[in-house]
């Protein structure tokens, strides 16, 4: 079946430090990809999302590329903040049917 | 606004009682979703809705009901058949049912007491 594989947190960073994430996967056929946050407390939040391989999503700073060839979905940012604090989850949509498979999310702790 | 509602946001619960988590989406979308997150995990399915007055079971359907009356209503009740309810609940919806990106709404906690 389908599965989500993130880098185990928490990542703990000094304020402007470059941040990545790993994020690899394991689906059949064409899956589209995407990366929600969650702040303490809260909802998720839809953070970037690619549909395709080689696609670039990108949102508030955040990045990631669709890279099948090494089935990765990286998120990456130049300088974080410490209001990027929270969790990142890394999830994919197989192409037929429409059910998140979610991977177990990384904590972010950003120290000013 | 256009957004999903869950309500309450905080929800006590005794044991051998069953609740019901609110959920509203004004977005005009087909698709609903129940998601359950324990403490530092991640997310699991409990129960999917394409469309009006249909819907399938998740992952971990167990111990849930919800229906599907209205297209903008999903509501979960958790039952006392559930052994360990207590969790984050998130409710989401999605225009469509094949590769639609999928927003979620502010979560319901629920404690047993």
């Known amino acids: 079946g389908d599965s989500v594989t993130q880098m185990e947190g928490p990542v703990t960073l000094s304020e402007e430090a470059f941040l990545t994430i790993n994020c690899t996967y394991t689906a059949t056929g064409y899956p589209s990809l995407f990366w929600y946050v969650q702040y303490p407390g809260e909802g998720l939040q839809l953070l970037l999302k690619?549909?395709?391989?080689?696609d670039k999503g990108s949102n508030k700073g955040f990045e990631a590329t669709y890279r099948k060839e090494t089935t990765s979905f990286h998120l990456e940012k130049g300088s974080v903040q410490v209001s990027d604090s929270a969790v990142y989850f890394c999830?994919?949509?197989?192409?037929?049917?429409?059910?998140?498979?979610f991977g177990g999310g990384t904590r972010l702790m950003v120290k000013p | 606004d256009g957004g999903i509602t869950q309500s309450p946001k905080y929800l006590f619960r005794k044991e051998g009682q069953n609740v019901t988590l609110s959920c509203e989406q004004n977005l005009n979308h087909d698709a609903m979703y129940w998601y359950r997150q324990d403490p530092g995990q991640g997310l699991r399915l409990i129960y999917y809705?394409?469309?009006?007055?249909?819907?399938q079971k998740g992952d971990i359907a167990e111990g849930y009901s919800v229906s599907r009356e209205k297209k903008e209503s999903f509501p979960l009740t958790v039952t006392s058949a559930q052994k360990n309810p207590t969790a984050f609940y998130l409710c989401a919806s999605s225009s469509g049912f094949s590769g639609n990106t999928i927003y979620f709404g502010e979560g319901s906690w629920l404690t047993v007491v």
């Open positions: 690619a549909t395709k391989a080689d």
């Open positions: 999830a994919l949509i197989r192409n037929a049917g429409n059910m998140l498979t």
């Open positions: 809705s394409q469309i009006v007055n249909d819907f």
